[in-house]
């Protein structure tokens, strides 16, 4: 983590000259910046209330300070550079260094204070998604204020009326600076530590990017056809691990400002859902799950007792969701033979390989790969490719994780008899149902063979 203290001379310059006088500019609170993708574990809180941190998965929780009983923040809306994996940045717009910006954590009942700074080359405004607040502090520009322009600052203050987790994000120009990054997560805790109190608390937002293979800046009127799905502007392998202590329990808290709905799948465990961006759930109203749809402009609260030792997967339950730079017009060739057309095609392309005529792995090949890309599945286990990319990462279980240690222990040494293996003997023989099935209902008359003429529509991408 850095500050950007000894870049200006002057709280004066960190606004903009000119903006505000040199006795207001030297009231503001610091703007601390963070250029690190790692996931940042937080300190317990220097003053105020106490809380329990929140964890932030590749990202981290920005300090304040207390000014007369007020806490104070600082955003800093501005371009920042983000790396989705190594290999891959790319150009976005976000806060304080990163995309998604800083986490903000604050109690029930506490007086909140944001400055906000803008440093993009057009207006914005930040929209505290959830929070119960003066209409004239709820950041719709044109509706609630005015815009804020390039190099000014503006002050949002209000009461924190009541304990959840909420999202921030802009309502100026929305789908240029969405699409381009901006967002954040927002939790206010509840006045006491104890209730709904739980080991380890997990915090991300889910994104969607449509990067071009070899450019650096995002699509920015893309409707559907994204090509990058991720955990808090990451993808896989570059989304850290989530780890916990046997018998823990877990709260897991994911937020949706994509373009589609994401069903967030955990293996090995149920769960019940505890919350949402409403509040928390009836303890009566809840039930067992395995997958919950996050939809869009929504946030989830899961809470599960990590029983099960083990590295889980945990994902997005689209298949696309889970692939980088994926492209959306490639043919199916599974069961098409290539080989002579790939041998002419060898004879002027020495590196071609015909791909897709058994199925879609490529996870064992190497292929050569534009600048600023990723192949489309990525990452080795300890068994070999994972073959996933996107929105995936992995639940780590152990008997001796460290409470408060969020450090990645390796992969899990099964025990002897615990993994599948290879049947070495005789195969037993298959017995199929070659019926199609019947009808309860069957039709009076035999269907007539009917051919039909499809036209692709038009515009929007096929939307």
Known sequence: MVSRRD???????????????????????????????????????PNGRPYNP?????????????????????????PVVREFAPGMKANLWGYNGASPGPTIEVVEGDRVRIFVTNRLPEHTSIHWHGQRLPNGMDGVTGLTQKGIQPGKTMVYEFEAKRPG????????????????GMMGFWVTHPKNPNFMKVDRDYVFLLGSYDIEPGSFVPKTSTMLDF????????????IDTMVARQGERVRIRVGNLTMTNHPIHLHGHEFEVTGTDGGWTRPDSRWPEVSVDVAVGQMRAIEFVASELGDWAFHCHKSHHTMNAMGHDVPNMIGVSQRDAAKKISSIIPDYMAMGSTGGSMGEMEMPLPENTLPMM????????????????????????????????????????????????????????????????????????VEFNVRKPSGHSGH
């Open 54 to 78: 929140v964890v932030t998965l590749n990202g981290w929780s920005l300090p304040w300070r207390m000014n007369k009983g007020v806490k104070e923040f600082h955003l800093v809306a501005e």
């Open 227 to 238: 090509n990058l799905f991720t955990f808090n502007s990451r993808v896989f392998p570059g």
């Open 378 to 449: 990525g990452g080795q286990g300890p068994f070999g490719g994972v073959e996933m990319g996107g929105m995936f990462t992995v639940m780590k279980v152990r008997k001796d994780q460290k409470r408060g240690d969020y450090s990645d222990p390796g992969w899990y040494k099964h025990p002897a008899g615990t993994v599948a293996y290879e049947w070495t003997g005789a195969p037993p023989e298959a017995v199929r149902n070659t019926s199609a099935g019947g009808q309860s209902m069957p039709a009076a008359k035999p269907a007539q063979n």
């Open 7 to 45: 870049l200006f001379t002057g709280a004066a310059a960190l606004v903009g000259a000119g903006v505000v006088s040199r006795v207001g500019a030297a009231s503001l609170p610091e703007a601390v910046i963070m250029q690190s993708a790692a996931t940042q574990v937080p300190p317990p809180p």
């Open 165 to 180: 987790t909420f999202m921030y994000h802009p309502h100026a120009d929305e789908m240029v600076q969405m699409a381009m």
